[in-house]
Structures are given as structure tokens and as C-alpha cells.
């Protein structure tokens, strides 16, 4: 499966083929959307993620990705404690970094 984040939005979404940048590219806008990597399964790319992903909803990715927020953070502790700090600092008036 080939990840992909919409250049609207920030949804993830998936294909079966590696998209070419005519395809990800939006005339309207001039943005396109960004390939985030080729993953057998949801799972594995969970494991991947990043902490650019902790400000994303968690609930958000594990309906996406077709699991539980527990299996979510089970699968990534790390964007799990990403994602506290960062809403931590937030319900604090923080600015997230």
C-alpha cells in the first residue's frame, strides 16, 4: 500500500499503485499531496510515524487505519507521548512546538 497525506485537510489516504506527481499535484491550488511511504499494512505504518503526527486526533488515525486508540498507541508509544505533551501544552495556552 502506498501512504499518502491530502494536501487539503492533511487526511491520510491510501492506493494500491505509487501515485505520479501529476496525479498528487492540484492545479487549483498549486499544492499537491505528499507521499509518506509504501507500508504492507496500516499497522506498519502507524509504527513508523513520526511526532509530526501528534497533533493529529488520535481517534482520527485509528478509525482511519481500522483499530482502536489503544491498539493506536500500543502499536506507537512515542505518538503517544508526543500527542500528550502536545495537547498538554495546548490546554495550557501553550504554543505546541
Not at 482511519?64 to 505533551?85: C, W
Request: charged content about 35%; aromatic content about 18%; hydrophobic content about 25%.
Amino acid at each position: 500500500m502506498y501512504f499518502y497525506e491530502s494536501h487539503l485537510g492533511g487526511n491520510i489516504y491510501t492506493t494500491d499503485y505509487e501515485k505520479t506527481y501529476d496525479e498528487l499535484y492540484c492545479e487549483e491550488c498549486g499544492d499537491s499531496d505528499t507521499f509518506l511511504g509504501e507500508y504492507d499494512t496500516w499497522e506498519e505504518f502507524i509504527k513508523d510515524l513520526g511526532t509530526e503526527y501528534a497533533s493529529y486526533d488520535p481517534e482520527f488515525l485509528a478509525e482511519t487505519a481500522g483499530i482502536t486508540v489503544d491498539r493506536l498507541f500500543e502499536l506507537n508509544p512515542k505518538l503517544k507521548e508526543d500527542y500528550d505533551e502536545y495537547y498538554n501544552k495546548e490546554e495550557n495556552n501553550e504554543r505546541p512546538t
